[in-house]
């Protein structure tokens, strides 16, 4: 079975509440120097081939269910594993 | 600045609740063969040099802190964009 893998993340000028609490998390674990933005990831089982037909049908669901673009940026990429 | 990308995912044997509710919502949307399990995905902007130090230090703080590793596993690589 193919995958496709979508990768969701808030926009560079949105506000991201959770990243946020990690970055918070990890100075006072200690760890110094590193910012992190949370974002999601998606990997879709898609049944049969993937052609170009099925990647755009992955991305319409991608822009309609998966990712909310008012806020969000998102990446659909087939997974070479 | 350099940047890491932390992927965390269900492990298989774990139940993707999120995952069900979105390949379920794909099948009502008319969108068929498609099968989804959702994670998360961090992006790490790391000050200075990634070395294999740093790269440790991420790894370290992923499995403390992004990863909850009885249910999730995950995967900890330099982004090269």
């Known amino acids: 079975m193919a995958r496709v893998v979508v990768d969701v993340m808030p926009k560079p000028e949105i506000l991201d509440p959770q990243g946020k609490a990690v970055t918070g998390a ?3 674990l200690g760890y ?3 910012t992190v933005r949370q974002g999601k990831r998606f990997e879709v089982e898609v049944d049969g081939d993937i052609t170009d037909e099925r990647l755009a049908e992955v991305r319409d669901a991608a822009e309609k269910l998966f ?3 008012v806020i969000e940026t998102f990446d659909v990429r087939v997974d070479e594993d």
């Open 32 to 34: 110094s120097g590193l």
């Open 67 to 69: 990712a909310n673009t």
């Open 26 to 28: 990890l100075g006072r």
